[in-house]
């Protein structure tokens, strides 16, 4: 059997699609990289903003309309989220819920022998320890826990990822132990949210992080999303864990809006004095620390007010990076149940945080012109070249390195979304 696989999404998404890969290559099956070669086609959708759904139902549809010659398998967040609205327009299709990775094969064996088989609902099995196809040999995706304690209103996610289900310390410790004895130089610790790890089971993100970076072997570890209000408790020994040099100075909090009131109506269990407490914390004896956060442009509550104190909060905060989204209601979300803003307004708002957003990270990087970086290489450039990042998790560009090692450069060249630097 010949399967095609097409990952839409997060982190976590594309470590659940290394799951389904490993286990299908593992039975004997073939993984190819064109769709017309393929007999089963699996699509692991990503369901949290519309412009994302919009694409994968066009996608759906491409690869609907070539049954029965080739069989179509929908996997991720979609399958949980909308069932309906994907089988009305694919009902020919195989599921494979968010939470069900481990039935991939079963359901893309049976899809290929012409049976309709769908896997859904919130399973609790353990996805660390699990054999992944890495796409990158050199970068591990380490999935820390799965599902949220959260509830915060805008949010569609939580319905196909379910409950938090943190995972054993142990177990994730043997898995980053193999995956740099298998040569990778990043580990990447991904969930829904990061800083959520433990709250089931009592562990603790900064405990897991000590207990990685003790690992011997030259690698770093990037962390992933924080949700401001799952680090209480746990500030000040997550700033001590960031410290280690194995450890990117990389610190993704999303703050979603810069008006208390709005946070409030989002439900998101904390102030923007709360947010800013965690960042100037960690700056303060982490100075080459990179700010990363989300912001959601025009919340149902959202006025002209509320969007200006996000201004005012990025103009103080001047995050290095941000991604700015949107608003649009989502299947099952709290939110959805209000009138969305006029588009036009939302439009305009985007734009103008967009431009902020750029000219910071403009005059930040611009800073670093000619200063010496130590990059840790991992990929090859689409168009050329190598990349790879610095301890703030900044992308450099170099001309010619090896991948895999540590190289030092100089930053010839700033922009506001890479460096290029060359070889000292």
Same mark, same amino acid.
């Given at each position: 059997?010949?399967?095609?696989? *097409? +990952?839409?999404?997060?982190?976590?998404?594309?470590?659940?699609?290394?799951?389904?890969?490993? #286990?299908?290559?593992?039975?004997?099956?073939?993984?190819?990289?064109?769709? $017309?070669?393929?007999?089963?086609?699996?699509?692991?959708?990503?369901?949290?903003?519309?412009? %994302?759904?919009?694409?994968?139902?066009?996608?759906?549809?491409?690869?609907?309309?070539?049954?029965?010659?080739?069989?179509?398998?929908?996997?991720?967040?979609?399958?949980?989220? $909308?069932?309906?609205?994907?089988? =009305?327009?694919?009902?020919? !299709?195989?599921?494979?819920?968010?939470?069900?990775?481990?039935?991939?094969?079963?359901?893309?064996?049976?899809?290929?022998?012409?049976?309709?088989?769908?896997? %859904?609902?919130?399973?609790?099995?353990?996805?660390?320890?699990?054999?992944?196809? =890495?796409?990158?040999?050199?970068?591990?995706?380490?999935?820390?826990?799965?599902?949220?304690?959260?509830?915060?209103?805008?949010?569609?996610?939580?319905? !196909?990822?379910?409950?938090?289900?943190?995972?054993?310390?142990?177990?994730? +410790?043997?898995?980053?132990?193999?995956?740099?004895?298998?040569?990778?130089?990043?580990?990447?610790?991904?969930?829904?949210?990061?800083?959520?790890?433990?709250?089931? %089971?009592?562990?603790?993100?900064?405990?897991?992080?000590?207990?990685? +970076? #003790?690992?011997?072997?030259?690698?770093?570890?990037?962390?992933?999303?924080?949700?401001?209000?799952?680090?209480?408790? $746990?500030?000040?020994?997550?700033?001590?864990?960031?410290?280690?040099?194995?450890?990117?100075?990389?610190?993704?909090?999303?703050?979603?809006?810069?008006?208390?009131?709005?946070? /409030?109506?989002?439900?998101?269990?904390?102030?923007?004095?709360?947010?800013?407490?965690?960042?100037?914390?960690?700056?303060?004896?982490?100075?080459?620390?990179?700010?990363?956060?989300?912001?959601?442009?025009?919340?149902?509550?959202? $006025?002209?007010?509320?969007?200006?104190?996000?201004?005012?909060?990025?103009?103080?905060?001047?995050?290095?990076?941000?991604?700015?989204?949107?608003?649009?209601? =989502?299947?099952?979300?709290?939110?959805?149940?209000?009138?969305?803003?006029?588009?036009?307004?939302? /439009?305009?708002?985007?734009?103008?945080?967009?431009?902020?957003?750029?000219?910071?990270?403009?005059?930040?990087?611009?800073?670093?012109?000619?200063?010496?970086?130590?990059?840790?290489?991992?990929?090859?450039?689409?168009?050329?070249?190598?990349?790879?990042?610095?301890?703030?998790?900044?992308?450099?560009?170099? *001309?010619?390195?090896?991948?895999?090692?540590?190289?030092?450069?100089?930053?010839? *060249?700033?922009?506001?979304?890479?460096?290029?630097?060359?070889?000292?």
């Amino acid at each position: 059997m010949k399967v095609y696989l *097409e +990952t839409f999404g997060c982190t976590f998404n594309q470590a659940d699609s290394q799951i389904m890969v490993a #286990s299908i290559k593992k039975a004997g099956h073939e993984i190819v990289q064109f769709t $017309d070669e393929a007999e089963v086609l699996i699509l692991n959708s990503c369901y949290v903003k519309l412009p %994302t759904e919009q694409k994968i139902i066009n996608r759906i549809k491409t690869i609907g309309s070539l049954y029965p010659l080739k069989k179509l398998v929908v996997a991720g967040c979609m399958v949980d989220i $909308d069932p309906e609205k994907l089988d =009305r327009i694919a009902p020919q !299709a195989s599921w494979i819920g968010a939470r069900q990775i481990n039935s991939a094969l079963e359901v893309v064996e049976a899809a290929f022998k012409g049976e309709i088989k769908r896997k %859904t609902g919130h399973s609790h099995d353990i996805k660390a320890g699990l054999p992944k196809k =890495r796409f990158n040999p050199l970068v591990h995706v380490l999935q820390i826990a799965e599902g949220c304690q959260g509830v915060c209103t805008y949010c569609c996610t939580r319905l !196909a990822r379910g409950k938090l289900q943190s995972y054993p310390e142990s177990i994730l +410790t043997l898995e980053a132990e193999q995956a740099v004895q298998d040569g990778c130089v990043e580990l990447q610790l991904t969930a829904q949210d990061t800083a959520a790890y433990g709250k089931d %089971t009592g562990y603790k993100l900064s405990s897991l992080i000590k207990e990685i +970076t #003790s690992i011997e072997g030259n690698f770093r570890v990037r962390v992933g999303m924080m949700h401001p209000h799952s680090m209480a408790g $746990d500030v000040e020994a997550l700033r001590e864990s960031f410290k280690d040099e194995k450890v990117y100075k990389f610190l993704h909090l999303p703050i979603q809006t810069g008006n208390n009131q709005v946070l /409030k109506d989002m439900n998101r269990g904390h102030t923007v004095e709360n947010f800013k407490d965690i960042v100037f914390k960690f700056r303060k004896e982490i100075p080459e620390l990179s700010l990363a956060t989300d912001v959601i442009v025009g919340y149902p509550t959202e $006025d002209n007010n509320a969007f200006q104190d996000t201004l005012d909060l990025v103009h103080d905060i001047q995050p290095d990076f941000l991604h700015i989204s949107k608003y649009r209601h =989502r299947p099952g979300a709290i939110s959805s149940r209000l009138n969305e803003i006029d588009h036009r307004a939302m /439009k305009k708002r985007s734009r103008e945080l967009n431009e902020l957003k750029t000219e910071i990270a403009y005059q930040k990087n611009q800073k670093l012109l000619n200063s010496i970086q130590n990059i840790l290489i991992t990929d090859k450039g689409s168009k050329g070249g190598y990349l790879g990042r610095n301890y703030s998790y900044k992308t450099v560009i170099v *001309e010619d390195a090896t991948l895999g090692k540590l190289v030092q450069v100089r930053i010839i *060249e700033a922009k506001s979304t890479y460096l290029r630097g060359e070889l000292v």
